[in-house]
């Protein structure tokens, strides 16, 4: 593999780091996820089906049902925080926009998944994170690196797949209620499982419905364009659910869905008050059928929407996606190995009172893939086509290749290409789009070295991505400054992403200790600067430690500086923040939750001149969580 770049350099910060990782797990090498990895964990995004964590060749991270609940957490911005490999950058509280950077990518790099169906705006790309609701999401799977081989466009940096509950079992009834600072204030309820299906189909449900709100504070602080001190909260009302019937033997049918609407406030004027709205909502139906012994077919018939609309002294403006999404997978066992084939249609339409982006788009796709298991050895293979009638043909693919040393030591080694296609407000939007702008392409080379023996999971992952046709914004066009007025979206640039990731987590009878380093350098190669808000270096540690029914357990999370423009001229500053956070059974199926977030107080900036939370707290009461 390419050696990463000489730039990631070992600074004080680093070292001190990388001390603190190596205490928390004397006994290993090498280090593996930031949460705590089972033998028996299941991935299903690496591959579209179902895989044992141990044989999954991408790099990847689980957080659990039981990890959300244990962690108090509301957001679930805040929540991927705490994972590594993932920055974040928000204009101020919960409920306002976010942005994740995934291996120093941007948020439109990545790829979003709610139980198999993509979200995401069309015109300015990526998810719009704040409007999904933590209260809904059982579990969620981190896949870090290319899978445009697998997903297609938008799948640079990696992918996040967010799954709602499922139910399974007998009748299970769920109920949550919190209350905290800036009086936050969130209550939840479900229900879930199924028949035995002795005397006809067996059916499986879920259902579940929130709503949050919050007070909030200023989004913005003095000193930013069209500050204004009043409070900007928000509220948040949700509702998902799945409804399957197993009308036969290995066949299955059913449909899922997930509804949210987030109201919220921001700044951008000193003397009126700005509100959004945003609404989220997916709907599949889905058929599971094993066609034959060794052959497996899933069809799924999707539609996500991503609405919003924001009224401030600038008037109302609306920007509404609408994809259609269309797959059939086939999944072939050969022996020990198995044979992927996929169809995928997506349609794409955008309805704007900016009338210039009102169009629509389609992608067909065809791939295939091959996981392949020879004793020691693991091999897996895709290979994919877009195309769109907007850029045409894109192909892309996928070989990676591990080895196990031993039943608890495997090495790894992984190339793919990527890429990202435009906006539609890079391709259209008056005075700043060029209808010529070409898909971003990524080509990424990565080597790990990953260990689990059941209490200690363990892993160093190397990565080089290299990304050309770089789509960059600038105020000022340089290519048509006459008829670009805005600024321009344009294609000339070329980065490179390079960087070590290292995580791990170890128990020691009644504790558990889990840290993870990232030391990075994603760079704009076209002027040899660091991209928008991403540190060269971040961190993450944490520890719990059981008592009887109590659950007690801090985390620090660091990262190093950042710049806030492209020219790397605003600087803003490193910051540590800590955090604890208690859970408590009370009495069977009854649990009490606290976190106490920043409790240091710290005062520092994720976008320049945007507030963030002070020290605050969250306490909430739980039944039948556990």
């Keep these: 593999m390419t050696s990463a770049s000489p730039r990631i350099a070992v600074t004080p910060l680093a070292t001190a780091l990388v001390l603190a990782f190596s205490a928390s797990a004397p006994t290993a090498v090498f280090a593996q996820a930031a949460a705590d990895r089972k033998a028996d964990t299941v991935v299903v995004t690496a591959t579209r089906t179902p895989q044992v964590a141990t044989d999954v060749l991408a790099d990847n991270v689980t957080i659990t049902s039981e990890d959300i609940a244990r962690s108090g957490e509301t957001t679930l911005v805040n929540l991927l925080q705490r994972q590594r490999g993932i920055e ?78 499922q139910g399974e079992g007998a009748p299970s009834v769920t109920a949550a209620a919190g209350f905290g600072s800036y009086n936050t204030r969130t209550l939840e309820g479900g229900v879930s499982g199924s028949t035995s299906g002795e005397n006809g189909p067996k059916w499986r449900y879920a259902l579940r419905a929130a709503h949050e709100a919050s007070d909030g504070f200023s989004a913005t602080t003095p000193g930013a364009f069209g500050f204004n001190p009043d409070k900007d909260g928000y509220k948040n009302d949700s509702v998902s659910g799945r409804l399957g019937a197993e009308w036969a033997k290995g066949h299955e049918a059913g449909i899922n869905f997930l509804q949210s609407r987030l109201e919220n406030q921001f700044d951008s004027s000193a003397n009126f008050d700005d509100r959004g709205v945003q609404r989220l909502g997916t709907v599949a139906l889905f058929s599971k059928d094993q066609l034959t012994q060794n052959w497996r077919s899933t069809v799924q018939l999707a539609r996500s929407d991503d609405k919003g609309e924001s009224t401030s002294s600038f008037g109302t403006t609306r920007f509404d996606t609408r994809q259609n999404l269309y797959s059939w997978q086939n999944d072939i066992a050969l022996g020990s190995d198995v044979l992927q084939l996929l169809a995928e249609r997506r349609e794409e339409t955008v309805d704007s009172t900016t009338s210039d982006l009102n169009r629509s788009r389609n992608t067909n796709a065809f791939a295939g893939a091959y996981q392949l298991r020879r004793g020691a050895h693991l091999v897996s293979a895709s290979l994919r086509n877009d195309d769109s009638s907007q850029f045409g043909s894109h192909t892309t693919g996928s070989v990676a290749y591990g080895y196990r040393l031993s039943s608890t030591l495997r090495v790894n080694a992984s190339y793919g290409t990527s890429f990202r296609a435009p906006t539609f407000n890079e391709l259209y939007f008056p005075n700043f789009g060029f209808a010529g702008n070409r898909p971003e392409q990524g080509r990424n080379t990565e080597a790990g070295v990953y260990y689990d023996d059941g209490k200690s999971t363990l892993s160093a992952v190397a990565y080089r991505n290299r990304i050309t046709d770089l789509i960059v914004s600038t105020p000022v066009c340089p290519v048509e400054p006459a008829t670009h007025s805005f600024g321009c979206a344009y294609n000339v640039n070329q980065a490179l992403l390079t960087g070590i990731t290292f995580g791990g987590s170890t128990r020691l009878g009644a504790t558990t200790l889990r840290a993870s380093i990232d030391l990075q350098d994603p760079r704009d190669e076209t002027t040899d600067r660091l991209l928008v808000r991403r540190a060269r270096q971040h961190a993450t540690v944490g520890v719990e430690h059981a008592i009887g029914r109590a659950l007690v357990g801090a985390d620090w999370a660091v990262s190093g500086k950042r710049y806030d423009n492209a020219a790397n001229t605003v600087v803003l500053g490193g910051y540590g923040l800590l955090d604890l956070h208690a859970d408590y059974d009370v009495a069977p199926n009854w649990s009490v939750v606290g976190r106490w977030n920043n409790v240091l107080n710290k005062r520092y900036e994720l976008v320049r001149t945007y507030a963030t939370p002070e020290s605050n707290l969250f306490v909430g009461v739980r039944y039948g969580m556990r």
Excluded: C
């Design 88 to 165: 974040i950058g928000r204009n101020g509280g919960p409920g306002t926009t976010a942005s994740v950077f995934i291996r120093g990518t941007n948020n439109n790099q990545s790829l979003v998944l709610v139980d198999g169906v993509r979200i995401g705006s069309s015109t300015t790309g990526g998810a719009t994170w704040s409007a999904i609701p933590l209260t809904q999401i059982d579990r969620i799977e981190i896949v870090y690196g290319p899978l445009s081989s697998l997903y297609g466009a938008d799948a640079i940096g990696g992918v996040v797949q967010i799954f709602t509950k």
